[in-house]
């Protein structure tokens, strides 16, 4: 099935009309996670039909560049959002930490889906087996796209080397395995997805790395004044990870950071209180500013909020400030590639 975005596939489906077009990355954890999404829907819904539609989006094209360079803003997510504008498609499914904290005028987030484990993962070439992150030698190379994990790693390991790595999770894997990089860190969620679990060496303590905001939370997008689809997405909702994700996102907001800047957090519940930890680090990891906050998760939002400005007076910004000079002139803080 032809359609006017340019790269745009669409995988059939047997239906009966009207059918719900759910846009995706053609990559292959994106295809999982919308097929899975796909599936829920259906089986709360068996009278609809659901048709995935595929695409590349900037960030799927350009893979000998890093990521800070290219710079972030709908990276991931802007073909599907304008597929979705011109009414090509109805909703998209994205990793949520890819999705921007300010989305499109006309557009929404429908739906946040239950988080898996939103942790960093450490993954080993075969000859270091028996090391953990903070036992790897001096000089080894671990690979990483990732300012917010590079500045964190920094500033505990300052004796690693840093070394880009780009391109979906079998080829990264590959290029470990192929002994470019002794160690490469990757999202825990995406490989327990691909059923890659067992690649996972370690999970990266909170203590040495936050994670990224809606990290391990799957985001759904679609037009804000379609009242079909949005009653369709609210049986998908896990409102705990909503409210987690909802203080995430404003934090990050309010610092103005995008998903290419060293900012990282953790959340969780206790009872009605949420608790959010949010750190900015330095890409030498030298300064690192980090603090908590705690209030009723009901309050998500102004929660994030919060955090930013206590943050922000503690030198956040200064920080941020630096960092965002630094990618525009290539920094050689920025991982080599």
Same mark, same amino acid.
């Given at each position: 099935m032809s359609s006017p975005v340019s790269g745009l596939q669409t995988t059939p489906s047997h239906t009966i009309d009207p059918t719900i077009r759910i846009g995706s990355r053609q990559s292959q954890l994106a295809l999982v996670q919308t097929y899975w999404v796909q599936a829920q829907l259906q089986k /709360?819904?068996? #009278?609809r039909a659901f048709e995935v539609c595929t695409m590349k989006t900037q960030g799927d094209k350009i893979l000998d560049v890093a990521l800070a360079k290219i710079g972030d803003k709908g990276l991931f997510t802007k073909e599907l959002e304008v597929a979705m504008i011109q009414q090509q498609t109805? @909703?998209? &499914?994205?990793? @949520?930490?890819? @999705?921007?904290?300010r989305l499109p005028e006309g557009l929404v987030l429908g739906a946040i889906t239950e988080r898996v484990d939103p942790a960093d993962a450490l993954v080993v070439h075969a000859k270091h087996q028996d090391?953990? &992150?903070d036992t790897l030698p001096a000089g080894a190379v671990v690979g990483t796209s990732s300012l917010r994990r590079l500045a964190q790693l920094r500033h505990h390991f300052p004796h690693l080397t840093f070394k880009d790595i780009r391109g979906n999770l079998n080829t990264r894997l590959q290029k470990l395995d192929a002994g470019e990089y002794d160690a490469i860190i990757l999202a825990a969620a995406g490989l327990q997805r691909l059923g890659m679990g067992d690649r996972i060496h370690q999970v990266i303590p909170a203590d040495?790395? /936050?994670?990224? &905001? !809606?990290?391990g939370a799957l985001g759904i997008e679609c037009r804000a004044g379609d009242s079909d689809v949005l009653s369709l997405l609210k049986s998908l909702e896990h409102q705990p990870t909503a409210q987690r994700c909802q203080a995430e996102r404003a934090f990050l907001r309010e610092l103005e950071g995008g998903c290419q800047v060293p900012i990282g957090v953790n959340t969780h519940l206790e009872? #009605?209180?949420l608790v959010l930890t949010g750190v900015v680090a330095s890409l030498d990891g030298k300064r690192l500013v980090k603090d908590i906050a705690t209030g009723l998760a009901s309050e998500a939002e102004r929660l994030g909020v919060e955090l930013a400005h206590r943050l922000r007076q503690q030198g956040a910004q200064e920080i941020l400030d630096e960092i965002f000079v630094e990618v525009?002139? !290539?920094?050689? /803080? @920025?991982?080599?590639e």
């Amino acid at each position: 099935m032809s359609s006017p975005v340019s790269g745009l596939q669409t995988t059939p489906s047997h239906t009966i009309d009207p059918t719900i077009r759910i846009g995706s990355r053609q990559s292959q954890l994106a295809l999982v996670q919308t097929y899975w999404v796909q599936a829920q829907l259906q089986k /709360l819904h068996p #009278e609809r039909a659901f048709e995935v539609c595929t695409m590349k989006t900037q960030g799927d094209k350009i893979l000998d560049v890093a990521l800070a360079k290219i710079g972030d803003k709908g990276l991931f997510t802007k073909e599907l959002e304008v597929a979705m504008i011109q009414q090509q498609t109805d @909703l998209a &499914v994205h990793s @949520l930490k890819d @999705l921007p904290t300010r989305l499109p005028e006309g557009l929404v987030l429908g739906a946040i889906t239950e988080r898996v484990d939103p942790a960093d993962a450490l993954v080993v070439h075969a000859k270091h087996q028996d090391k953990q &992150v903070d036992t790897l030698p001096a000089g080894a190379v671990v690979g990483t796209s990732s300012l917010r994990r590079l500045a964190q790693l920094r500033h505990h390991f300052p004796h690693l080397t840093f070394k880009d790595i780009r391109g979906n999770l079998n080829t990264r894997l590959q290029k470990l395995d192929a002994g470019e990089y002794d160690a490469i860190i990757l999202a825990a969620a995406g490989l327990q997805r691909l059923g890659m679990g067992d690649r996972i060496h370690q999970v990266i303590p909170a203590d040495i790395s /936050l994670h990224a &905001v !809606g990290q391990g939370a799957l985001g759904i997008e679609c037009r804000a004044g379609d009242s079909d689809v949005l009653s369709l997405l609210k049986s998908l909702e896990h409102q705990p990870t909503a409210q987690r994700c909802q203080a995430e996102r404003a934090f990050l907001r309010e610092l103005e950071g995008g998903c290419q800047v060293p900012i990282g957090v953790n959340t969780h519940l206790e009872g #009605e209180q949420l608790v959010l930890t949010g750190v900015v680090a330095s890409l030498d990891g030298k300064r690192l500013v980090k603090d908590i906050a705690t209030g009723l998760a009901s309050e998500a939002e102004r929660l994030g909020v919060e955090l930013a400005h206590r943050l922000r007076q503690q030198g956040a910004q200064e920080i941020l400030d630096e960092i965002f000079v630094e990618v525009r002139q !290539g920094s050689p /803080l @920025l991982p080599k590639e």
